[in-house]
Every structure is written in C-alpha cells, then in structure tokens.
C-alpha cells in the first residue's frame, strides 16, 4: 500500500512515463509469428487488449516478436534490464 504524504513524484514509473505522439496501432502478440511459436486466434489477436501504441519504426524491428520478447528489448533500452 502507497504511503500518504509522499508527494506526487515517490513512484519511480512516474519519472519514466513520458507523453509522446505514436502513430500506428500495433498487435502485442504478432499477426505472424517467428518460426516454432503459434499464432493466438483471431479472436483474442484483434481485441482491444492485443492492440499497442507504438512507433512504425520500432515496430517494424519488432513486429514477429513474442510479447515476452517485445517486453526484454524495452526493458533494456530504457535500462531497467
């Protein structure tokens, strides 16, 4: 539980979000995934959950990627890895 008092700035998420413009509407989990590694029903691929902000230019680097993959490489480039 969140101690009270501590101001607005005392969760470290907070000095890593930052507001920016993203243009493309991308799946999480990949319309076609990598070799050896199922592809999530159509169901659950285009629901609301599945879908992410993100820049074309990183999305392309990491299109086919699982989530969990997707996940390591920005923990990494933000330097939380």
């Known amino acids: 539980m ?3 008092g501590k101001g607005k700035n005392s969760d470290q998420v907070i ?3 930052e507001f920016t413009f993203r243009s493309s509407v991308e ?3 990949p ?4 070799d050896g590694y199922k592809t999530v029903e159509n169901v659950a691929l285009h629901a609301f959950g599945n879908l992410c902000l ?4 990183k999305n392309s680097r990491l299109s086919n990627f699982q989530p969990q993959q997707k996940l390591e490489h920005f923990e990494v480039s ?3 890895g």
Do not use: A, C, D
């Open 78 to 80: 933000l330097g939380n």
């Open 27 to 29: 799946h999480f989990s």
């Open 15 to 17: 000095n890593f979000f």
């Open 2 to 4: 969140k101690e009270r």
């Open 54 to 57: 993100i820049s074309h230019s």
């Open 31 to 34: 319309q076609h995934p990598m």
